[in-house]
C-alpha cells in the first residue's frame, strides 16, 4: 500500500500539470474481497477518458512501481454528473487534508472505508476563476 503522504505529493504534482481533482480517495467496499479502490474525479480526466486514465496510471506507475499501482484492487473515475460522486461531496466537500471516515454505508453507498485527500465541487463552466 502506498503510503498517504506519498500518495498525497503524487496528487498535487498531478494537480500542477493538469488541473485540481474534484475528487481523489481511497475508499473500501462492503464486503469486497480485495483491497482498496482508488477513486478519481476530474474535468480532464473526462476529457479523452481512456487516454487520460492511461496517462494517470502510467504516472503512478512511474512514481510507485507497477507492484504498488496493482495493490489497488480498481482505479475508478466518476464523471461530475455521477450520483456516487455527488453523495460524496455532497457529505465530505470541501477537504484539503486527508479525511477519513469509517462505519457501514458511508455516503449512502456500500462503503465502509474511505480515506479522501481531496473533495470540491466542480466550477461551473460559467463561473470566474477568481470567484470560486
Known amino acids: 500500500m502506498i503510503p498517504t503522504n506519498e500518495l498525497r505529493q503524487f496528487m498535487k504534482r498531478v494537480e500542477a500539470r493538469k488541473g485540481r481533482f474534484t475528487l481523489f ?9 480485495g483491497p482498496q479502490d482508488l477513486v478519481v474525479s476530474a474535468p480532464w480526466l473526462e476529457e479523452g477518458k481512456l487516454k487520460a486514465l492511461g496517462e494517470f496510471v502510467k504516472d503512478m ?4 512501481g507497477q507492484d504498488n499501482v496493482m495493490s489497488f484492487s480498481r482505479i475508478v473515475t466518476l464523471n461530475h454528473d455521477d450520483p456516487a460522486l455527488q453523495a460524496i461531496l455532497n457529505e465530505a466537500a470541501p477537504v484539503e ?3 477519513e471516515k469509517q462505519g457501514p454505508s458511508l455516503f449512502g453507498l456500500p462503503i465502509e472505508h474511505a480515506l479522501i485527500l481531496r473533495a470540491e465541487q466542480p466550477r461551473t463552466t460559467n463561473q ?4 470560486a
Not at 470566474?128 to 470567484?131: I, K, L, R, V, Y
Open 25 to 33: 480517495g481511497v475508499f473500501i467496499r462492503e464486503d469486497s474481497p
Open 61 to 64: 506507475s512511474d512514481e510507485f
Open 97 to 99: 487534508e486527508p479525511l
Open 128 to 131: 470566474d476563476p477568481g470567484t
